[in-house]
């Protein structure tokens, strides 16, 4: 699944979403993946997102993507409701799999379900899965993604393209085998995706002063950054070779020829951090056991710089239309 281009997202869909209402302090925005509501003495963030891009434990990746979008705002989530939709009305062992998975993501982040909804479809060809998940602020001051200033550093946690590279390896296997890739391989893959959720470090870093924070999903870091920076009006610049990337993701990459910059990533999180509080920052993810990598600066301009072997080559695009996983499904259809 990919996204809309941001040119058809500006003709149809958010020319239909103003609202006036004085309690909407958040509502629907590109590059900011959560709405603020102002309830009470409180404010509600709330973020809706769908996963059909995975087959295997695609319940308990859907709530760890959900909750992990709330947590870049700093607020910790709190509540979900997943829609599970399945291909066919037979189809209850799926069904009971994938509501089981939810349940366990939802006891590792500590969330609790509320609601929500399941049905068949014969209109689909493997299972759909949506959450929203929910958090109060409870005095916080919610991050937005417009937030990082020239001079900052940008922090990049455990590693890119780790998602896109495990559901490769679970629901691409036959294909990661004709590949050259070898079980071992697979099986150091598929580990990548305990690493999906970003909630612990998110809520960390911008206890600390983060500016700004965004989880690495469709599109890859690249277009995390390209995003950031539009949202921020700057330019960031990235050092290629302090990229962390795991060394499987590599061998994945150069099987099925993908770019680990583009491919999805729920689990990574971008951040940018003050100069000043870099050194807190990494006292706490190491005390914390996130491993994560400083890769580059905020700078005046526009788009995203990548330095590699003294060449830099400038991004200004915005593609949240495109993402290396989705062009594995095209290259590769799958069914469950």
Same mark, same amino acid.
């Given at each position: /699944?990919?996204?809309?281009?941001?040119?058809?997202?500006?003709?149809?869909?958010?020319?239909?979403?103003?609202?006036?209402?004085?309690?909407?302090?958040?509502?629907?925005?590109? &590059?900011?993946?959560?709405?603020?509501?102002?309830?009470?003495?409180?404010?509600?963030?709330?973020?809706?997102?769908?996963?059909?891009?995975?087959?295997?434990?695609? &319940?308990?990746?859907?709530?760890?993507?959900?909750?992990?979008?709330?947590?870049?705002?700093?607020?910790?989530?709190?509540?979900?409701?997943?829609?599970?939709?399945?291909?066919?009305?037979?189809? !209850?062992?799926?069904?009971?799999?994938? /509501?089981?998975?939810?349940?366990?993501?939802?006891?590792?982040?500590?969330?609790?379900?509320?609601?929500?909804?399941?049905?068949?479809?014969?209109?689909?060809?493997?299972?759909?899965?949506?959450?929203?998940?929910?958090?109060?602020?409870?005095?916080?001051?919610?991050?937005?993604?417009? &937030?990082?200033?020239?001079?900052?550093?940008?922090?990049?946690?455990?590693?890119?393209?780790?998602?896109?590279? %495990?559901?490769?390896?679970?629901?691409? %296997?036959?294909?990661?085998?004709?590949?050259?890739?070898?079980?071992?391989?697979?099986?150091? %893959?598929?580990?990548?995706?305990?690493?999906?959720?970003?909630?612990? !470090?998110?809520?960390?870093?911008?206890?600390?002063?983060?500016?700004? /924070?965004?989880?690495?999903?469709?599109?890859?870091?690249? !277009?995390?950054?390209?995003?950031?920076?539009?949202?921020?009006?700057?330019?960031?610049?990235?050092?290629?070779?302090?990229?962390?990337?795991?060394?499987?993701?590599?061998?994945?990459?150069?099987?099925?020829?993908?770019?680990?910059?583009?491919?999805?990533?729920?689990?990574?999180?971008?951040?940018?951090?003050?100069?000043?509080? %870099?050194?807190?920052?990494?006292?706490?993810?190491?005390?914390?056991?996130?491993?994560?990598?400083?890769?580059?600066?905020? /700078?005046?301009?526009?788009?995203?710089?990548?330095?590699?072997?003294? !060449?830099?080559?400038?991004?200004?695009?915005?593609?949240?239309?495109?993402?290396?996983?989705?062009?594995?499904?095209?290259?590769?259809?799958?069914?469950?």
């Amino acid at each position: /699944m990919s996204k809309f281009s941001l040119e058809v997202l500006r003709r149809c869909v958010f020319p239909f979403v103003h609202t006036e209402d004085p309690d909407v302090l958040l509502g629907a925005a590109f &590059g900011e993946d959560v709405a603020l509501t102002r309830v009470g003495n409180d404010i509600l963030v709330s973020h809706l997102d769908p996963i059909v891009g995975a087959i295997g434990n695609i &319940g308990w990746l859907a709530v760890h993507v959900a909750c992990n979008d709330i947590a870049t705002t700093g607020i910790p989530p709190r509540w979900i409701l997943p829609l599970v939709l399945v291909p066919r009305e037979e189809d !209850e062992a799926l069904l009971e799999r994938i /509501m089981r998975d939810v349940s366990q993501a939802a006891n590792e982040i500590g969330v609790s379900i509320i609601g929500g909804h399941t049905g068949y479809s014969a209109n689909l060809a493997r299972p759909l899965v949506a959450v929203t998940a929910l958090g109060k602020a409870e005095g916080r001051k919610p991050l937005r993604t417009y &937030g990082a200033g020239v001079g900052d550093q940008v922090l990049v946690t455990k590693g890119i393209a780790i998602e896109g590279t %495990a559901i490769l390896a679970q629901d691409f %296997a036959d294909v990661a085998r004709k590949l050259g890739l070898s079980e071992n391989d697979l099986t150091e %893959a598929r580990r990548l995706m305990t690493q999906v959720s970003v909630v612990k !470090e998110a809520v960390a870093i911008a206890a600390q002063g983060a500016t700004a /924070m965004h989880d690495v999903t469709r599109g890859g870091l690249l !277009e995390t950054l390209l995003e950031l920076a539009s949202l921020s009006k700057v330019a960031i610049e990235v050092d290629a070779d302090l990229l962390p990337i795991p060394s499987v993701v590599s061998r994945f990459a150069d099987a099925f020829q993908f770019d680990p910059l583009w491919m999805i990533s729920s689990g990574t999180l971008a951040a940018t951090v003050p100069a000043g509080r %870099a050194a807190e920052v990494s006292r706490v993810l190491t005390q914390t056991g996130i491993p994560f990598a400083f890769v580059g600066r905020v /700078m005046e301009g526009v788009g995203v710089h990548i330095r590699r072997n003294g !060449e830099s080559v400038h991004y200004r695009d915005i593609r949240c239309e495109e993402d290396e996983l989705a062009r594995m499904w095209r290259l590769y259809p799958r069914e469950e």
